[in-house]
């Protein structure tokens, strides 16, 4: 059985339609309208090997802000339908990126608990092209809320901005796509209350 969940959401400031297959091949079709947001989303589509696809239209000529944040709120929102009732999952994961000079990893938990910590995100730049920084804190935390999972970020080192970002992005992926591998030994729910 697939894996895969989608949404419309439409609101006065954007209009986005997303498509998420967990059990994919890294496969992305991306529109969103902000570049960085692509590459990153990209990088996150390939190495977590989820199929995703996102035509996204909104006021970016205000700024990334909303787009960014409904992605989020959608893709979070998408992964928990995905994930059904979470039976077999490992339900945690946990990957170390390094990307150059950057060392990040992300830990998750498929709670149904959201909670989001991000340590280390003392980016030196406030922009990538036209990207605010501020916004991946805003992104995370979206999807994790969204999603109902823990999701702690730690950089533990770096200097270049877009690669303390990509890291995280890389290593989320990893991690993710650990949390939400069947595992044959698992019985029902992992978790000793039977359900999450």
């Known amino acids: ?15 986005i339609e997303l498509e ?9 079709n991306l529109e969103t309208g902000v570049p960085f947001l692509n590459h990153m989303l ?16 909104g006021d970016t000529y205000i700024d990334d802000h909303h787009t960014t944040e409904d992605i989020a709120i959608c893709l979070g929102a998408v992964l928990r339908e995905a994930l059904g ?6 339900r945690y994961g946990n990957f170390f990126i390094p990307m150059d000079e950057t060392l990040a990893q992300v830990v998750i938990d498929l709670s149904n608990r959201p909670a ?12 990538v092209g036209t990207f605010d920084t501020e916004l991946v804190h805003e992104f995370l935390w979206k999807l994790a809320l969204e999603a109902r999972m823990n999701l702690h970020v730690i950089i533990h080192y770096g200097q270049n901005t877009h690669h303390m970002i990509e890291a995280v992005f890389k290593a989320m992926a990893r991690a993710l796509d650990e949390a939400t591998t069947i595992d044959p030994r698992v019985k029902g729910v992992p978790s000793s209350k039977g359900m999450l």
């Not at 959401?9 to 954007?14: L, P």
């Not at 990209?42 to 239209?57: P, S, T, V």
């Not at 989001?116 to 922009?127: E, H, M």
């Open 1 to 15: 059985m697939t894996r895969s969940a989608s949404i419309v959401r439409n609101t006065s400031e954007t209009q």
């Open 116 to 127: 989001f910590v991000i340590k280390g995100a003392d980016f030196p730049s406030q922009k």
């Open 85 to 90: 009732d979470k039976k077999g999952i490992k």
């Open 42 to 57: 990209d990088l996150f589509a390939k190495h977590g090997q989820f199929d995703l696809r996102i035509q996204a239209n």
């Open 20 to 28: 998420l297959n967990i059990d994919g091949t890294g496969k992305s």
